[in-house]
């Protein structure tokens, strides 16, 4: 009898080892790019960003969650704006599944919802002979309202995907910078949509400040990043933002020299902010705005 309980606890601990083996160590570091596209399809140009600028990783959006009307009138999350690949990824790069989540499904707690994210993304995987996939990345803009259930949410995706042998990551907005770290393994701290972009001057008529970028929006939380309990990524934009606000057209650019400033002020105040850089987002008019010179910049630890 004794035989077989120590059998039987060998074969569990080397089951565990197994499981841990199978999930590679975690690795927050270089170079990477958002793809925010419904269709994944590169053309020359973007190719030969990734190439040039040696880029390891695309978190790609894989599809929203979206309240959807169920039976009887009520609200559950589902998937919504799946993306379809149309091309192949390139030879080397990882790529990471992203999903993103509107905040009002996290009003909604729903138990079933991280183990049909998990799956549906495994199934997605499989479908496109998509075989490098070792992590996964969960984006929402939680409040600290409904931080608790967004955070036992997390907790039921890392669970789910440790069965994959993935880990888990989150994006993190200056605002949740102020609040108690996620249950993941690292955080993408979100350098972009820093601002109102409601905020006008009454008195121009203009937009008082860049609402993806002003370091004015970005220094208030500066504070919080050394002590933050979370190891941490950095993210820039490089897109312009069109839009027509009372019959006005109203074009937002992400400035250079902005990003520059908030790269050295970020890294300034935690080094490891350095370490792994992402751009948003991957496209060919986002490529042709900056040099390659300026992305290298951006880029360098």
Known sequence: MKKVVLSLLGTLLLLCACSQQDRPPLDVTGRAVYYWRTIFALDSTERHFLNSHHVERIYCRYFDVVLTPADKGTLIPMPNATIQFRDSLPEGIELVPTVFIMND??????????SRIVRRIVQMNETNDL????EIQIDCDYTARNRALYYDFLQQVRAEARHYGMNLSTTIRLHQLSMPAPPVDYGVLMLYNTGDPNRFDHQTGLMARNPILDMRDVVPYLPHLANYDLPLAAAYPTFTWQRNVHGAHIEHVADFEEVMRCKQAVEQERSELRQLILI???DKENINRYTSNQYE???RH
């Open 105 to 114: 499904c996290m009003q909604h707690p729903d138990d079933s919802l991280a």
């Open 131 to 134: 075989q490098r996939v070792h």
């Open 280 to 282: 948003y987002h991957l």
């Open 297 to 299: 910049e951006i880029y």
